[in-house]
């Protein structure tokens, strides 16, 4: 089984980069040929372009909600979205991505996908490549969870 | 005074929100676009080795990296002094049309194309990609798909990530392309000229030959009589990656031609006190108030503000259109808000023509792709982005460090008339207070067709899309609040 963990997020946009500082921490405790770990200041298609081919997607990245506490990691299929969109106004959402690719044939897009979120009230508008402090304390949190996902597959797999 | 607002904007993401106000009557007396502007970039730059700038600016917008990119380059061309050899300005140039196949195509057949492709008083559920894909049958989204993916592999060929280009240096390129690469962009560039007459075809059936698109085309609420800016080449020619900055006026005259190192001579930038974003004008015209004509300084960027703001395509078949385009619109200029849609389709045709003429060139697998650089200085760079002119300014210290930074960015260029454009669609479509999401989609209808990029390179996840109209009444009382997804 192929898996691909994508931090997505600006890292010279704060907190809105939390995303690429989990995949830079899962860089060093993760090695494993299965398992590819990435970054992507990206959304909708040119996100599904990356996901192709393997078999299971976890995507790190901040989500902007007014629900929950502000730093909260949550685990959340992509199925219990909607309509989910990258924060984009150039590109169609991820699921749109995917309904598109999938109506037209595509074989290659993965059978699951699982969003680790990291919960943040706003999303700054301010350049920066530091994370507040709330935001930093999420990212060992959503590392551990990222790893647990993985424990779990490597479980099943054997 | 009643207030509607519109918040945020259906697949105009980014938090933006539309303001309407109404009069006593219920019909519209003003609106605005407010939408969030990232900060600080002059303070965060500063003290950074300027060679870095073409890779930071490239992750300002998820949108345009590519065009961030090449202004920062270009900007440090000048700033360093040196002109990069013929070889590397046209692995630039080729580059920089892969982009605008992929750029140009997304916004046609997912963004803007939905609208009329599947109508503009079709359901939001329906006016979506997959209405297109409906409509225009599974084979076409397949090509759709197909070019698109294209256009980002040719960028990525030349520039390592398609949506992270590493090979831009002050005084050249890094990397070249070798006679492999020239084979396998050689097949797909052709392919992508059949690709954009097909989609100029494809518009012509669906839109042109429907004379209810083509009178809303050219109905009042969407037109706007401003000034038109862009690049363009030696003979008055569109161009994308080099050249002076013309500005013509209502009648396609022009008004005056400058090379971006006497930008700050010719462009001001206005603050209003409800936004961050800044509305430029033409200095020597002066600013006049959110309005159109001869004495307003506001101008237009993007596809139509080049086409306007030259004299034809460098290329023959793109200039065939450019003239029928002229000719069925009823001459120079062309001032409706709604033809950005064609005149983008026409861009997307040069693109790969003059990608196929670079992709030809000899010269374009030349070792020398770089020129040494010379002393730190102080340098400005332009392109056009997809969405319009872009301009990048920096001043370095002895040691080649940033000590000033500033961006004019494309959408800028365009917020004095898309703030217009908003308005003048809400007043021609919303009358005694009578809102229903057909018609506020008609407003939105007013702005997509700038294509604008909300300096908004975030990527959050919320659960759905969000949608919030707040109407307030005279006396600013919310009276009435339609929301989803909040």
Redo the contacts between chains.
Sequence with gaps: MRTIILG??????GD?GV?IHIANELKKKINNPNITIDD????G??LL?LLLGYDKAI?V??????EGENGEVKR?PLG?????????????SLI?AI???K???EDRIPKEII?I?VLMKE?P????EKLSKEIAAAVPKAVDMTLKEIKKDLKISS | MKTITIDPITRLEGHGKINIFLDGKGDVDNAYLQIPELRGFERFAQGRRAEDMPQITSRICGVCPVAHHFAATKALDAAFNVDPPSAAKKLRELMYMGYYIYDHTLHFYYLGGPDFVVGPDAPPAKRNVLGVIEKAGVEIGKEVIKHRAYGQKITAILGGKATHPVCGLPGGVSKGLNKEEVKEIDKMVKSCIDFAKFSLKLFDDIVLKNKTYVDLILSDPYQLNTYNMGLVDKNNKANFYDGKIRVTDQKGKEHVKFDVKDYYKNIVERVEEWTYIKFPYLKNVGWNGFKDGKDSGIYRVGPLGRLNAAEGMATPLADKEYKRFYETLGGKSVNSTLAFHWARLIELLYATERAQELINDPEITSEKIRNPVGEPGEGMGVTEAARGTLIHHYKLDKKGLIDKANLIVATTNNSGAINMSIRNAAKGIIKKGKVNDGLLNMVEMAFRAYDPCFACATHTLPGGMPLEVNIYDSEKKLFKKLRQNL
């Design positions: 997505v997020g600006n890292q010279i946009l809105d995303g992507a200041i990206t959304g298609m040119n372009d995507i990245d901040a989500v902007k909600t007014n959340i219990a979205f909607s309509t989910m969109h990258s924060c984009n106004p150039h590109d169609v749109e309904e598109m690719a109506k037209m044939g969003i979120g999303i508008c301010e350049f920066g």
